[in-house]
Structures are given as C-alpha cells and as structure tokens.
C-alpha cells in the first residue's frame, strides 16, 4: 500500500469527508477495486464449465441473499444430481433468528440454477427439504435434492438475460423519476410460485413507507446486537473483501485510508458517539427519503416450503426491475422477529397481510444510478465432497 501521509488528507471541518490530495493518492484510488472477488460474475457461464451443472451453478452463486452470507453449498452427485445445502457458520442469529430470511436467499439460488439449466436445455427437477424441516431453523440436511434432465420442451426465461445486470442498488433515486405503473404490474406479475405480490407507487404512500423504513434501520442500528452482527461482518477496503468475499462489503480509497489512520475501524463503527457511527448511520438513512415505490411479497404460510417459493419470486421481481432499468433494493428491517422489532412487524403485517399469512420481503424501487456488482465466493469454494453413506 503506498504511504500516506496525514499531511495529504484533508478531513472537513465537521463532515468527515476524505479527500486525498497528488497523483500518487490518485493511483492509489484506481487499484482498490477488489477484482478477484468479483470474478464470479465475469466467469458465470464460461466456456471451462463443461458440466450443465457447473454452468447453472455459476449463475446460481450470484442469487441476492441477506448480509451477502451466501450460506449454500452444493455437492454434485452422480452424472446428473446436485444436493444443495447450508453452511450453518453463515447464520445471523440476531438478525434471523429462525432462518427465515437466509431461507428465502436459498430459494433466489434455487430458481437462477433453474433458469440457467434451461438456457441449456435442461430441466431442473427439485426435491425441497427431502430430510424435512424444522421451523426453528436450518441444519446440516440438504436445502434440496435437483436432477437435471434434458428436454427439449424447457423453454428458456426471458428474465435469465439480466442476470448478470442484476443488483441490489442501494443508493438515491431519482425523485424528479416516478415509477411507471406499468413497470411496477411487470415486478408483480413476474412470479411464478407460492407469493402474493404488491406495491405502490402512489405518492400519497411513499411518506410512509419512507419513514417505517428509518425506523425499522434506526432500531437494527440502536440495537447492540444487531447491529454488531453487520459490523463483523464488515469487509473494509480491498484486501479485506478479495480475502472473504461475503457479509459487507466497504470498497474504495477513501474509507481504506480512514481505516490506515485509525479513524475507521470496527471499533469506532460500534462506537455511538464516533464520527465513523453518526456517519455510517446518515448515509444508509439519507437514501430512504428518496424512494420512488416499494413492492413486497406476502405468502399464506411461513413454512420453508413458502420461503423458497418466496426467494424464487424475489429474484424473479428483482430480475424483471432490472429489465425495466429500476433500481431494486431489499429493506428486510422492519421484517426481522426479534423483540425490539415487534412493534414494527406487527404493524407492516396488519397492513400487508391483514387477514393473516408472512411478508416475506420488501424493497424500495426508483431510478438510481449504476452501480457494480457484490463480490462472491468463487463456486469452486461452495463445492462440498459427496459423503459416504
């Protein structure tokens, strides 16, 4: 890493803002993406996976999952079988206490598996939880059994062509850009499994949802444990990310230079009456105020069965935002079961789902700018050895 001087960063007076001055500090900023950790999305699909499993796979690694955890893992077995399971060590026990959350991730790989299979002309047929499940949270048993089975009938998706252009954009929208209602019927109309879907894009709603938005964040931030469980799962700056491409990732010169000062660490992040908290807090609030409509998914029950299903549509509705060029960022706060967060998930169910069943998840959607993509663990790394039986 080049040296830095703090002669050479200038802090703001009261804002915290980082600027590092000469050429030197300029080359440094151009070599901080963490190129290796995104790899995955350039590889997806690639000539060197010969097995129509591994190519499905591929695609299937870069499904939308909570915390970035990516909690599978896949076994292949036989010529034609994959076992899909879950890595237990990549559970938020504060966050996700009963696995709900990481569930419906599984189910968004799940469904980019099968659409990636019938891009080749397969058939993906899948056998959920077939050790059972338990409500109180996931284990060691497969997630699902899947055989791939060539045929000619399977037609491939339209929405597997932004795959690769799929994000979870967190950033402003544009307000001056409202969501047309013709763009927010194609999210609703894109599921294809067990969900109900809705969403609004009604002004006159938007002052709501905004705002039980800033509450639901403010209580994970307020909340020691829960908001400690982002906190280690921070990734600061390059080297850190390329080294575990998972949890949260921070990128860019600026915050790896705070991070060398001393002035941004884990500790100070944690720390209510540091700069680095006030900050951190103010810039995942300010988008919130910005959000142009919201969408959500409710499903009758909330058995693992119905938070596949409902992982399934997510991604269908995040790929269907994508073709439309909308920015889609999931706001699973005010839907987390603990108790500081009961106030707030009682309230979003007695207005989504009044007569009973789970929403499952909720996102914000407007026009934003473009931003990249979310490192990943290569899939090679997921590969788990077939045990014996």
């Known amino acids: ?52 499993r591994m190519r499905a ?7 939308p999952n909570p915390h970035n955890r990516q909690p599978w893992t896949v076994e292949l077995v036989g010529d034609d079988g994959v076992s899909i399971g879950f890595d237990q060590s990549r ?42 499940a338990s409500p109180d ?12 089975v060539p045929d000619k009938g399977v037609k491939p998706d339209p929405l597997f062509a932004h795959v690769l252009a799929r ?30 879907a809705g969403g609004t894009v009604d002004a006159a709603d938007l002052p709501y949802w905004r705002e039980l938005s ?14 400690r469980e982002s906190v280690d799962l921070f990734r600061i700056g390059k080297r850190e990310i390329n080294a575990n491409p998972d949890g949260i990732e921070l990128p860019g010169a600026p915050l790896e230079i705070l991070k060398a000062l001393g002035l941004f660490t884990r500790e100070t992040a944690l720390d209510p009456g540091s700069i680095a908290y006030r900050q951190g807090m103010a810039a995942v609030m300010a988008p ?14 909330n058995d693992r069965l119905a938070q596949i299903g409902a992982g399934r549509d997510w ?11 909308i920015a889609f960022h999931p706001l699973s706060q005010c839907l987390q079961e603990y108790e500081e967060m009961d106030e707030l998930y009682e309230q979003v169910h007695q207005r989504l789902a009044p007569d009973g069943g789970t929403v499952q998840m909720l996102a914000r959607i407007g026009y934003g700018p473009a931003v990249g993509p979310t490192p990943r663990w290569p899939l090679e790394s997921r590969i788990v050895e077939r045990t014996a039986s």
Request: glycine letters at 8%; one cysteine or more.
């Open 137 to 148: 949270g996931l284990t060691d048993a497969p997630v699902a059994l899947a055989r791939f």
């Open 167 to 196: 994000r979870s954009a967190k950033e402003a929208h544009d307000m001056a850009r409202p969501v047309p209602a013709e763009a927010l019927e194609a999210m609703l109309t894109a599921r294809r499994h067990v969900t109900a």
């Open 214 to 227: 800033r509450k639901a964040l403010a209580i994970e931030f307020e909340t020691p444990r829960t908001y």
């Open 315 to 325: 991604v269908r509705m995040n790929l269907a935002a994508t073709a439309a060029g």
């Open 1 to 52: 890493m080049p040296s830095l001087s703090r002669r050479k960063v200038l802090m703001l007076a009261g804002g915290g803002i980082v600027v590092a001055a000469g050429a030197s500090a300029t080359a440094f900023a151009l070599t901080r993406t963490p190129r290796r950790a995104l790899e995955p999305w350039e590889r997806a699909g690639a000539p060197g996976y010969e097995d129509p």
């Open 91 to 132: 559970q938020l026990p504060h966050t996700d206490p009963f696995d709900r959350q990481l569930t419906v991730g599984m189910g968004c790989f799940l469904e980019l598996m099968v659409m990636a299979a019938a891009q080749d002309g397969y058939r993906v047929d899948l056998d959920l939880f077939p050790q059972g």
């Open 288 to 301: 919130l105020d910005t959000s142009m409509g919201f969408v959500w998914t409710v499903t009758e029950t």
């Open 57 to 63: 796979l591929s695609f299937a690694i870069l499904a």
